[in-house]
């Protein structure tokens, strides 16, 4: 079962309103969140990484909420352009060893499309 | 352009075929990951070196599967005797510290008929 689970799997939004994407982990331990942005083709692009004790975090329109007492994160999408089209994966670092990078855990994305 | 790089976009294969990826990371960094993802999914971990020593290898890869990098630099990765559930989009990584964001390329894009 994948550690890391993400809903919706897709959407359709309109262009200038709002969105938010969800992101639930069972990993343990837990040392960090990343949120990426993969455009159709390319590689994920980092949007934003939260440690533990960190609640929220912004990248311009961008915004990933987390609560680590409930491993839930959230990822929310303000006034969407249509270049926010895309998948947006959550991953979770598992481990408090010196060496926790291989314990990424990805979620299999959420695919948002904006329309005009 | 001082990203990672990936070479070639696409590549398409007959079943049986060896094919080979190249991975250019961004100069400084010592750490670099493989990665396979498939339509739908999230990136899958293959494995990662840190400077020319391959630390770990997931389960995922096969004997078929062999990656180097000979000086620390870029980085191939040689799928040998494909197969067609071998095909998949191939991500490369790379990261200056541990824990640091990872930087993907484009990817190799595998289509083994």
């Known amino acids: 079962k994948n550690q890391v689970e993400q809903s919706p799997q897709s959407l359709i939004i309109l262009e200038g309103k709002n969105c938010t994407l969800q992101c639930n982990y069972t990993v343990s331990p837990f040392s960090n969140l990343r949120w990426y942005k993969q455009d159709t083709g390319r590689g994920p692009v980092s949007l934003t990484i939260m440690t533990f004790s960190e609640n929220t975090k912004s990248n311009g329109r961008y915004t990933a909420t987390l609560d680590a007492d409930t491993k839930q994160s959230s990822l929310h999408i303000t006034a969407s352009q249509l270049s926010d089209s895309a998948s947006y994966i959550c991953?979770?670092?598992?481990?408090?060893?010196?060496?926790?990078?291989?314990?990424?855990?990805f979620g299999a994305g959420t695919q948002v499309v904006v329309t005009p | 352009d001082t990203g990672v790089s990936q070479d070639p976009r696409h590549k398409i294969t007959k079943r049986g075929q060896n094919v080979t990826f190249r991975c250019d990371p961004i100069s400084e960094h010592n750490r670099l990951y493989w990665y396979r993802q498939t339509l739908g999914q999230g990136p899958e971990f293959l494995t990662y070196?840190?400077?020319?020593?391959?630390?770990?290898k997931s389960r995922l890869l096969s004997d078929r599967f062999s990656a180097e990098r000979p000086k620390g630099s870029f980085s191939t990765l040689e799928i040998q005797r494909t197969e067609q559930g071998d095909s998949a989009m191939y991500l490369c990584a790379s990261s200056l510290q541990l824990n640091e964001k990872l930087f993907f390329g484009s990817g190799t894009q595998l289509s083994v008929l």
């Open positions: 070196f840190q400077n020319e020593a391959q630390l770990e």
């Open positions: 991953v979770v670092s598992g481990g408090l060893t010196t060496d926790s990078w291989g314990k990424l855990q």
